[in-house]
């Protein structure tokens, strides 16, 4: 792993500049990275790409108030005008209450992905039997696409308070829309096949199998599903699938913990957050089976890193305990403002952007169920594997999950019965609170690319669970 | 290094004969942004950038683009090289049937730079403080939002001939404000193409954002069940502007259309005409000609409510047997494709005062605000959005604040069911709609509005 050096240099030079300036802390993030991509419909060759990106972002801390520069020229003329104009726009902000980083980090570490085939060596050979591969398995759908772009960032992260970070993370960006067509009309699955990783992660994950698995599981969606007017007069039991409960965990409890929106610092865009209302560490919002994990320290998926943007050491956090809101997602400052520091959630995703709260792994602990012990007591319910629509207010207390691959369940027995677009619209208590059993197959089943920010950042993010079950849920589309 | 225009001669005069086209972009942009919460500013950014983006045919019908950032010559040649080697390891694209190439005269772009705009660098701050102060005034009690200004230039050429520049200013006002509650809030948005004159509009969005959070006060859970629905321009853009953008022939080739087989037909009603126009004043997706060079227009995509139109590039147009309507983009974050892609969605305006479009018989929510639309199935429009912000519930003459519910509907049947258009059009682009869309007001009949169940 190396980088080029004239961009550490630099870097180490901005911060050097910036202190110069004035300001009290400055941090400089070099960013290097490389895609090369391809793109196909319905099996044939649209286009390919290839792009080298380099660039640093700089933060300031000047007098309470927070700057940030980016330029993607490695020149230090460049580097000085942008700093010194953001310098200038920093001071004129005069917050009443100045931002606080809260006690000095200095770390000093290198880390990566640790991979076997580095994506850096993959030809576009390779690339293309992959992607032609894959495209079999999607025939006999009416549309499909797949894109595949192999990415490997390295960063150089350099502080005035002395942490100097060297990381590189390696990701294959993957992504699917299917459409089949059957009986009741067409369905529609978006498929986010994402690996963390080298390219031996192909194999390892089965991936050409996967794919296959879920082409079929859509044409026989399309063809099979029915709406079940039963399940709609009377509260069900739901089970659901570590895809379904990925989402959940992700968007019910991940993005409310992020400190920033508790304390309303995306409150014009992404938006504020439920928890604010509640006490950490007292307030119950689930049943005593639901613990939410969330920790960047697991290999091989998207939301793995050593040390965050902010040079702060990862470690694993816990969201909710046995449906105790137990502790918020920090970075510095609201780590500082919560009273508790940081625990390493800050996360920029390219060198133009801000390094702010993010999720990075975001799971429902493994309960002690094994799935036939969790379908065998259902009198009438339905198992949801999968979800296509989805949505949650910006508060993330009303959420909604339409199902994609769903089954009736009767009596105890998963049947063959189809059951169309299940609805779950419920609070995040009411759905928190229904759960009163986890399995203990957790999968992380749902990698996806988590929108935050202004301009967005688009963060790779694995989510994940064991099944779960709900009980006495009054299935949505009322109205 | 500021001869910009060179280094496009240099791409094309390196490249054209190694390659059967080559088209080479070079994009040099300044922007800042402000961002603020809780009434106070949370950080000032800025962000400088000189790219050099580049499509290349090689073999016939291999097609790649690269994009990267270059200080020198040497970089334009390396990057170059790179897109025609990387090119030419391609399989042939099956999306690709031309180019532009004739060489024709662009139309004239009118008040698309603000000549102030540096000046206005320095003041925004201050505007910002304006902006929440009348927010406050009006209501709020706590403010948020974000302040986008950008600054940029490009230059263009092609190895079949056209060429061109282009210099463009805009700005993006978003905010939100809220009352003590986070349930009781309201939005204002502004943008526009020149900041330095827009002072006025920006306060005005504080304004109406701290008015309606005041007015949400007291919201209550809203009932499910079947209503009319009052757009605001904000919604209007994001559930029904979003389709003249789909069509599109790639959305369409992918199943992310709807408008696949309605060519022709009657979609929404004989009072309604939305255009893709490229050439609309004061839009920010203005331009004068497209990534190929063909100069742009205005596309009538829906005329008196008929689908007439889709955009096409070369390679699209001549796949649908048509004429590229000059909507060329090399669109993609990661990679990059050249596809038709919408410009600015325009829609004719309509005649009925907001008052007008409020005095209803029938139960009617009045929808200021939302975000999160997501699609169970694009082809057929299936789809689910959440109102945020100020919702009313209009009971007589009674504004009745509401909240907590869901539109969950089919956008064609919404179309289809437009029951008066505002006289209110406004230029919409905020986090939640992309394509800039100039709409008004709407009302809509018989929406399907949803609610949690626990």
Request: hydrophobic content about 35%; charged content about 25%; aromatic content about 8%.
């Amino acid at each position: 792993m190396s980088l080029v050096k004239d961009g550490k240099d630099l870097a180490d030079y901005c911060v050097e500049y910036g202190r110069r300036l004035g300001a009290t802390y400055v941090e400089a993030r070099y960013v290097r990275d490389t895609t090369r991509g391809l793109a196909y419909r319905n099996g044939q060759p649209v286009s390919g790409g290839f792009s080298p990106s380099t660039g640093i972002g700089v933060r300031i801390l000047v007098d309470g108030n927070m700057g940030f520069a980016s330029f993607d020229r490695l020149e230090k003329k460049l580097a000085e005008e942008s700093i010194s104009v953001v310098h200038k726009m920093t001071k004129t902000a005069k917050r009443k209450t100045p931002i606080d980083l809260g006690e000095p980090v200095a770390n000093r570490a290198k880390w990566d992905m640790k991979v076997k085939d580095s994506l850096r060596d993959i030809d576009i050979e390779s690339l293309m039997e992959l992607s032609d591969s894959v495209n079999k398995q999607m025939d006999g759908l009416v549309a499909f696409t797949f894109t595949i772009n192999p990415k490997v960032m390295d960063k150089y992260l350099v502080t005035s308070e002395g942490t100097q970070i060297e990381s590189q993370q390696s990701y294959i960006l993957m992504y699917s829309i299917l459409t089949a067509k059957g009986n009741g009309g067409s369905e529609q699955r978006y498929l986010d096949l994402t690996l963390a990783g080298g390219w031996e992660r192909i194999k390892e994950t089965n991936l050409i199998d996967r794919v296959l698995d879920e082409v079929e599981r859509l044409k026989k969606t399309a063809t099979n599903a029915v709406k079940i007017e039963e399940l709609l007069n009377q509260p069900v039991d739901m089970v659901v699938g570590p895809e379904v409960a990925g989402i959940i965990a992700h968007e019910n409890v991940g993005h409310p913990s992020e400190g920033d929106r508790i304390m309303g610092r995306e409150g014009a865009q992404a938006g504020e957050s439920f928890w604010r209302d509640l006490k950490i560490g007292e307030s119950r919002v689930g049943s005593d089976v639901v613990s939410i994990g969330e920790d960047p320290t697991i290999p091989n998926t998207s939301g793995y890193y050593l040390y965050d943007d902010e040079g702060v050491k990862a470690r694993k956090r816990v969201l909710i305990k046995n449906g105790i809101l137990h502790e918020p997602l920090l970075n510095r400052e609201f780590g500082t403002r919560f009273g508790s520091g940081s625990n390493a959630a800050a996360r920029s995703v390219a060198y133009n952007r801000e390094p702010i709260i993010r999720m990075a792994n975001t799971y429902f602990e493994a309960g002690d169920h094994t799935f036939d012990e969790l379908i065998e007591d259902v009198k009438l319910g339905v198992y949801m594997r999968s979800f296509m629509e989805w949505n949650i207010d910006d508060r993330r207390y009303q959420s909604k999950y339409s199902g994609s691959e769903a089954y009736l369940i009767k009596n105890g027995e998963i049947t063959d019965t189809m059951v169309k677009r299940p609805v779950m619209e419920t609070t995040s208590i009411g759905l928190l609170s229904a759960i009163d059993a986890v399995s203990k197959n957790l999968g992380f089943d749902f990698p996806g690319t988590c929108g935050k920010g202004d301009p967005s950042q688009g963060c790779p993010v694995y989510a994940g669970g064991g099944e779960l079950r709900f009980r006495k849920i009054r299935l949505g589309g009322v109205g | 290094m500021n001869d910009y225009k060179a280094l496009v001669d240099y791409a094309i005069d390196y490249g054209k004969d190694k390659t059967d086209a080559i088209l080479a972009r070079v994009n040099v942009s300044s922007g800042s942004q402000i961002r603020f919460s809780q009434n106070a500013i949370d950080i000032s950014k800025r962000w400088e950038q000189l790219q050099l983006q580049l499509f290349a045919v090689v073999k016939g019908a291999k097609t790649g683009s690269t994009e990267r950032p270059i200080s020198s010559s040497d970089d334009v040649r390396d990057a170059v090289d790179d897109v025609i080697k990387f090119t030419g390891m391609l399989p042939d694209s099956q999306f690709y049937a031309g180019l532009e190439d004739t060489i024709q005269p662009y139309p004239k772009l009118k008040g698309e730079y603000d000549d102030k705009f540096d000046s206005f660098v320095e003041e925004a701050p201050q505007i910002i403080n304006s902006v929440v102060d009348s927010s406050l005034e009006a209501g709020a009690e706590r403010v948020a939002g974000a302040l986008r200004f950008d600054k940029a230039r490009f230059f263009f050429k092609s190895s079949h001939g056209p060429e061109g520049s282009g210099r463009r200013t805009f700005f993006e006002l978003s905010v939100r404000a809220f009352q003590e509650e986070l349930d009781f809030s309201g939005q204002g948005l502004s943008c526009g193409v020149k900041p330095s004159e827009s002072e006025r509009e920006m306060v005005r969005a504080g304004e109406k954002a701290g008015r309606l959070s005041k007015q949400a006060a007291g919201a209550v859970q809203g009932e499910p069940g079947k209503y009319d629905l009052v757009l605001s321009p904000t919604v209007a853009a994001d559930v029904i502007g979003s389709i003249p953008g789909l069509a599109n022939p790639m959305s369409i080739l992918i199943g992310a259309s709807p408008l696949g087989d309605k060519m022709g037909e009657q979609i929404a009603p004989n009072f309604v005409t939305a255009s893709d126009d490229a050439l609309y004043e004061g839009g920010l997706s203005s331009r004068a000609f497209d990534w190929e060079g063909t100069p742009c227009r205005t596309v009538k995509i829906i005329e008196n409510g008929v689908l007439k139109a889709l955009l096409h590039n070369t390679t699209t147009a001549r796949m649908f047997e048509s004429e590229t309507t000059g909507s060329s983009t090399l669109l993609g974050t990661s990679m990059k494709l050249l596809m038709p892609a919408s410009s600015n969605i325009v829609f004719e305006n309509g005649d009925h005062s907001i008052d007008e479009l409020l005095d209803v018989t029938r139960p009617t929510i009045h929808v200021t605000s939302n975000w999160y639309t997501r699609f169970q199935n694009q082809q057929s429009g299936e789809f689910s959005t959440i109102p945020r912000d100020a919702m009313f519930l209009v009971d007589g003459e009674e504004m009745k604040p509401i909240k907590n519910m869901r539109i969950s509907d089919n956008t064609m049947r919404m179309l289809s069911s437009i029951d008066a258009l505002g006289n209110d059009r406004t230029q919409v682009f905020w986090w939640e709609v992309r394509t800039p869309t100039v709409i008004p007001s709407m009302r809509i009949r018989d929406c399907r509005m949803t609610a949690a169940t626990q």
